[in-house]
């Protein structure tokens, strides 16, 4: 089967780096994304990567591994805003797009 | 004014019932998706359409049915809601390319008694 995993929880401090961790078995793999989503609202874009290595936009960075069936997400200065889910999904060898269940990230003074 | 819009955003509804939920976008795109999200579960891909003529199930298709109205348009029915169809439904759109990224909608709150 397919299986995208992540932490359930985390918790930060604001002005802090978090990284957000993504490990996935799927069949074949065309991609990885990562969309932030706030309670009650809609998912939004956030990074993909198809390549390893990582790729730094802003704040937030996204690091890829292919061998390693590994991604993490880097947030850094963070700030109250940043409080949110965070989705990991990966396109699988049928252009499917396979989600795994989101890691919310809560942001402490 | 947003790309993507759903209507309704909240609906208590009744089991046996019969509901639609409708889909709106203005981002010119082909592919339009539904998905449902359940708490500590990720997206679940329900029905997706990559043109007007084009319908595929998803994932957990028992249960819904869809319809393309429209290149913009895209419904989503439940044609005798039960209590497990309780969930926020998304509508997604993207463009042709198979790994272009998806656009949701705000979302509509179900709650089937």
């Known amino acids: 089967g397919q299986n995208i995993d992540q932490p359930t929880e985390m918790t930060a401090t604001e002005g802090a780096i978090v990284q957000i961790n993504c490990t996935y078995q799927?069949?074949?793999?065309?991609?990885l994304f990562w969309y932030q989503q706030h309670a009650g609202e809609a998912p939004t874009f956030l990074s993909y990567?198809?390549l390893d290595g990582l790729e730094e936009k802003g704040r937030f960075s996204s690091f890829l591994s292919r061998s390693k069936g590994y991604s993490y997400l880097l947030l850094k200065e963070l700030q109250m805003k940043d409080s949110a889910s965070y989705l990991c999904?990966?396109?699988?060898?049928?252009?499917?797009?396979?989600w795994g269940a989101g890691t919310k990230l809560i942001i402490k003074p | 004014d947003a790309d993507v819009t759903q209507t309704p955003r909240n609906r208590i509804t009744k089991t046996g019932k019969r509901i639609m939920l409708e889909c709106s976008q203005t981002?010119?795109?082909?592919?339009m998706y539904w998905y449902r999200q359940d708490p500590g579960l990720g997206l679940r891909l329900i029905y997706y359409?990559?043109?007007?003529?084009?319908?595929n199930k998803g994932e957990i298709s028992d249960g819904y049915s869809v319809s393309r109205q429209a290149q913009a348009k895209f419904s989503l029915s439940l044609e005798s809601a039960i209590p497990n169809q309780t969930a926020l439904y998304f509508c997604?759109?993207?463009?042709?390319?198979?790994?272009?990224?998806?656009?949701f909608g705000p979302g509509t709150r179900l709650t089937v008694l």
């Open positions: 997604a759109t993207s463009g042709m390319a198979d790994t272009d990224t998806q656009y």
């Open positions: 981002k010119g795109h082909d592919r």
């Open positions: 359409s990559f043109d007007v003529k084009d319908i």
């Open positions: 799927t069949s074949g793999f065309n991609g």
């Open positions: 990567n198809v």
């Open positions: 999904a990966v396109v699988d060898s049928n252009y499917q797009l396979i």
